[in-house]
T-cell receptor, first 112, second 114 residues
């Protein structure tokens, strides 16, 4: 049982380049999330998908787009990367509102 | 709106000593509360959760937390620290009523001294 799988694990981009972070879960969870983690700031929600076919903005959505491709997969796209998007990105999923989040191992992104 | 404040970005204790990590929350409705642990280069793992049943919640690895509504607190404790407890700990709050967002605190890095 793989849980939440994120790819890639590491990525270096130049300013202005685009990329998509992939996330897949095999737990049949309804909700999926993208967070970014920066030192001293905890985890901040970028976007989430409460159920297949829906997506909503979190605290810090600017510069990002998401796609809930199906129940298993939720991707995060950076259309034009900026140095301020250097961070560790975590995908998470859960069954319902009172159930805990299950996290992937993260993608470490550096934008130069 | 919900918010979480973790008091102390770094906590250092001796092996065998009491661990106390503080978390205060703000929520206009009954909250769900969670503690997560993050080991280096890994994602977050659930330690324990409070969902309005017992106010004293026991989690994995000997940790527990007590929900105190009057103090809006959900502090994490462990009676005797072990070297393997060194990690970063995050408190998070969600809300009842169908909302989907979890709000995380800034994190507390726990160091264990031999």
């Amino acid at each position: 049982n793989a849980g939440v799988t994120q790819t890639p694990k590491f990525q270096v981009l130049k300013t202005g380049q685009s990329m998509t972070l992939q996330c897949a879960q095999d737990m049949n969870h309804n909700s999926m999330y993208w967070y970014r983690q920066d030192p001293g700031m905890g985890l901040r929600l970028i976007y989430y998908s409460a159920s297949e076919g829906t997506t909503d903005k979190g605290e810090v959505p600017n510069g990002y787009n998401v796609s809930r491709l199906n129940k298993r997969e939720f991707s995060l796209r950076l259309e034009s990367a900026a140095p301020s998007q250097t961070s560790v990105y975590f995908c998470a999923s859960r069954w319902g509102t009172d159930s805990p989040l299950h996290f992937g191992n993260g993608t470490r992104l550096t934008v130069t | 709106a919900q918010s979480v404040t973790q008091l102390g970005s770094h906590v250092s204790v001796s092996e065998g000593a009491l661990v106390l990590l503080r978390c205060n929350y703000s929520s206009s409705v009954p909250p769900y509360l969670f503690w997560y642990v993050q080991y280096p280069n890994q994602g977050l793992q659930l330690l324990l959760k409070y969902t309005s049943a017992a106010t004293l919640v026991k989690g994995i690895n000997g940790f527990e937390a007590e929900f105190k509504k009057s103090e809006t607190s959900f502090h994490l404790t462990k009676p005797s620290a072990h070297m393997s407890d060194a990690a970063e700990y995050f408190c998070a709050v969600g809300r009842t009523g169908g909302a989907q967002k979890l709000v995380f605190g800034q994190g507390t890095r726990l160091t264990i001294n031999p």
